[in-house]
């Protein structure tokens, strides 16, 4: 969707909530709005600042994330050894088609990057024959790294695919999608870190 | 352009304004993760001095390091460059090394949910208590809502029993959204939104808090998705 249609869906949801009975749930999208997605906020609350500090949470526990993970070709990949880079996280799985459409783009932009310090790491869950068949096929060049028992997932509290965090140069957490990203959005995030 | 330390709260510096040089992403570096935070009590430090300067001529006011347990401990008044290099060299090891990020943002949450009256207050606590079980029990402990209802969601409306509906069909305001919302399902194949739209669509058929269903879709449809929040 574009800024106008989500803006529209904000106001909708806002709309929605008034006189409607107390749904924590209802909050924590608007807040995902507001905070992932630029939407201005559509009202003054509390209940709204408590949500965004909540996504905020969410996303500290990301930072802290230590996950090491084997990548396909058997290199092992850690946050902190990436110190220096600005790391690009997404998870993804093959059979997740928003996944497999911003695949092409995080390949462009890695092989634009790449000699800039940015690294691509896409995290699956899925078995390795099936991650490794498909990227064969599609020829990415950026590490792939299998999480068969989820603790990455469960490290940045991953509640749906694709998701993709970046981390800037001193480790810290800059920018996070909560959804599939557009090339040009894909831009702004690394411009958040410096890259452009 | 000059650049303007704002202090939001006696932990809590943003920065406004531009600038450039190795002095402000030192201290950005420094004073957002971490249980200690090197704090200035300098309004306006670095718009008064023009960073080439920086490195022979600057005073800092005051430095301390702010620790949550004890607060702001002073370190060191009109200091000028070598020992504030020093300091920071010092600061930034025990910023990175302690587990404060996670802390500090259990802080603030706790800060902003205690204006939320119940029941919000309550979800968005046993919310925040579910993201951080798996690894940090004990704040999990400590924002669990205490009380008969601890860890329990309110149920939806359409769930409320028979004797308190009306006699004529009730249809709520989250009920009048779902059409909608059926609607956009169809737009928003890759949108933020189709968590929200899929779990209201789905719940008349669940027996539990919308918020907290988890389910996994057919392939290929929404993606593979475990929903929960």
Same mark, same amino acid.
């Given at each position: 969707?574009?800024?106008?249609?989500?803006?529209?869906?904000?106001?909708? *949801?806002?709309?929605?909530?008034?006189?409607?009975?107390?749904?924590?749930?209802?909050?924590?999208?608007?807040?995902? *709005?507001?905070?992932?997605?630029?939407?201005?906020?559509?009202?003054?609350?509390?209940?709204?600042?408590?949500?965004?500090?909540?996504?905020?949470?969410?996303?500290?526990?990301?930072? &802290?994330?230590?996950?090491?993970?084997?990548?396909?070709?058997? +290199?092992?990949?850690?946050?902190?050894?990436?110190?220096?880079?600005?790391?690009?996280?997404?998870?993804?799985?093959?059979?997740?088609?928003?996944? +497999?459409?911003?695949? @092409?783009?995080?390949?462009?932009?890695?092989?634009?990057?790449?000699?800039?310090?940015?690294?691509?790491?896409?995290? #699956?869950?899925?078995?390795?024959?099936?991650?490794?068949?498909?990227?064969?096929?599609?020829?990415?060049?950026?590490?792939? *790294?299998?999480?068969?028992?989820?603790?990455? #997932?469960?490290?940045?509290?991953?509640? =749906?695919?694709?998701?993709?965090?970046?981390?800037?140069?001193?480790? +810290?957490?800059?920018?996070?999608?909560?959804?599939?990203?557009? &090339?040009?959005?894909?831009? #702004?995030?690394?411009?958040?870190? =410096?890259?452009? | 352009?000059?650049?303007?330390?704002?202090?939001?709260?006696?932990?809590?510096?943003?920065?406004?304004?531009?600038?450039?040089? /190795?002095?402000?992403?030192?201290?950005?570096?420094?004073?957002?993760?971490?249980?200690?935070?090197?704090?200035?009590?300098?309004?306006?430090?670095?718009?008064?001095?023009?960073?080439?300067?920086?490195?022979?001529?600057?005073?800092?006011?005051?430095?301390?390091?702010?620790?949550?347990?004890?607060?702001?401990?002073?370190?060191?008044?009109?200091?000028?460059? @070598?020992?504030?290099?020093?300091?920071?060299?010092?600061?930034? $090891?025990?910023?990175?090394? =302690? @587990?404060?990020?996670?802390?500090?943002?259990?802080?603030?949450?706790?800060?902003?949910?205690?204006?939320? $009256?119940?029941?919000?207050?309550?979800?968005?606590?046993?919310?925040?208590?579910?993201?951080?079980?798996?690894?940090?029990?004990?704040?999990?402990?400590?924002?669990?809502?205490?009380?008969?209802?601890?860890?329990?969601?309110? @149920?939806? $409306?359409?769930?409320?029993?028979?004797?308190?509906? !009306?006699?004529?069909?009730?249809?709520?305001?989250?009920?009048?959204?779902?059409?909608?919302?059926?609607?956009?399902?169809?737009? #928003?194949?890759?949108?933020? /939104?189709?968590?929200?739209?899929? +779990?209201?669509?789905?719940?008349?058929?669940?027996?539990?808090? !919308?918020?907290?269903?988890?389910?996994?879709?057919?392939?290929?449809?929404?993606?593979?998705?475990?929903?929960?929040?």
């Amino acid at each position: 969707m574009g800024p106008e249609a989500i803006t529209a869906v904000a106001e909708t *949801l806002a709309e929605s909530m008034k006189g409607a009975p107390p749904d924590g749930s209802i909050y924590l999208d608007l807040a995902s *709005l507001i905070h992932y997605e630029r939407v201005q906020p559509p009202r003054h609350d509390a209940a709204l600042d408590a949500a965004i500090a909540l996504l905020e949470l969410r996303e500290s526990l990301a930072q &802290e994330s230590r996950f090491s993970l084997t990548a396909l070709d058997g +290199r092992v990949y850690s946050l902190a050894a990436l110190r220096g880079k600005i790391v690009l996280v997404n998870f993804w799985a093959t059979s997740c088609m928003p996944c +497999r459409k911003e695949l @092409p783009e995080m390949e462009k932009l890695y092989r634009e990057f790449g000699d800039k310090g940015l690294v691509v790491l896409a995290i #699956s869950t899925e078995e390795r024959a099936v991650v490794a068949k498909f990227i064969a096929e599609m020829g990415y060049s950026f590490p792939v *790294l299998l999480d068969p028992g989820g603790k990455a #997932s469960a490290d940045f509290v991953v509640d =749906g695919i694709p998701k993709s965090f970046l981390f800037d140069r001193q480790g +810290r957490l800059v920018a996070e999608a909560t959804d599939r990203r557009s &090339e040009s959005q894909f831009r #702004s995030m690394l411009k958040a870190a =410096g890259l452009e | 352009m000059g650049s303007k330390w704002r202090a939001k709260s006696p932990t809590e510096f943003s920065f406004v304004g531009t600038s450039s040089g /190795w002095d402000r992403d030192l201290l950005e570096w420094l004073c957002p993760p971490g249980p200690l935070w090197l704090v200035h009590h300098f309004p306006n430090l670095l718009a008064n001095i023009p960073a080439d300067t920086m490195s022979t001529t600057a005073h800092l006011s005051v430095v301390g390091l702010y620790v949550p347990e004890f607060g702001f401990v002073e370190v060191v008044r009109q200091m000028r460059f @070598p020992l504030w290099t020093a300091l920071v060299w010092i600061g930034m $090891p025990l910023c990175a090394a =302690g @587990p404060g990020t996670v802390q500090q943002a259990v802080q603030r949450f706790e800060a902003m949910c205690s204006k939320v $009256p119940a029941p919000l207050g309550s979800q968005f606590r046993t919310t925040a208590a579910k993201v951080l079980e798996a690894r940090h029990p004990e704040l999990a402990q400590k924002l669990m809502p205490a009380g008969p209802a601890a860890g329990k969601f309110p @149920p939806a $409306p359409r769930e409320e029993p028979a004797s308190h509906l !009306p006699k004529q069909p009730y249809i709520s305001s989250s009920d009048a959204s779902v059409k909608p919302l059926r609607m956009l399902i169809g737009l #928003s194949s890759s949108s933020i /939104w189709r968590p929200r739209c899929v +779990r209201c669509l789905l719940a008349p058929q669940s027996s539990t808090w !919308p918020g907290i269903c988890a389910a996994r879709f057919p392939k290929g449809i929404w993606g593979r998705r475990r929903l929960r929040l």
